[in-house]
Nanobody
Framework: QVRLVESGGGLVQSGGSLRLSCAAS????????LGWDRQAPGKDRELVAR???????HYADSVKGRFSISRNKLGNTVFLQMNDLKPEDTAVYYC??????????WGQGTQVTVSS
């Protein structure tokens, strides 16, 4: 059973920063991709950032230059440093992994609220 445990969400003022963390675990789990998605009220879930095991990263245009994704050396924990937050960043943020067998998993989500 794959388990993703997120932390770090909360309420912050516009221009502030937050750091999200997500630890993945599971028997014989191998991970190819780590990342974050988000879903704002009334909107579809969207990709925020991805990081591959070789360190390559990908960001949504809306967060480029403000958000930074990273992982630990073991490759089972992913972080999202969010700077210069804007009200439009308000959403539930979901941790994401793609396993070595090609399965996609998401965490339970953590709320990020940015006040203007």
């Amino acid at each position: 059973q794959v388990r993703l445990v997120e932390s770090g969400g909360g309420l912050v003022q516009s221009g502030g920063s937050l750091r999200l963390s997500c630890a993945a675990s599971g028997a014989r789990l191998t991970i190819n991709v780590l990342g974050w998605d988000r879903q704002a009220p009334g909107k579809d879930r969207e990709l925020v950032a991805r990081i591959l095991m070789n360190g390559a990263t990908h960001y949504a245009d809306s967060v480029k230059g403000r958000f930074s994704i990273s992982r630990n050396k073991l490759g089972n924990t992913v972080f999202l440093q969010m700077n210069d937050l804007k009200p439009e960043d308000t959403a539930v943020y979901y941790c994401y992994i793609r396993s070595g067998s090609g399965q996609d998993y998401w965490g339970q989500g953590t709320q990020v609220t940015v006040s203007s």
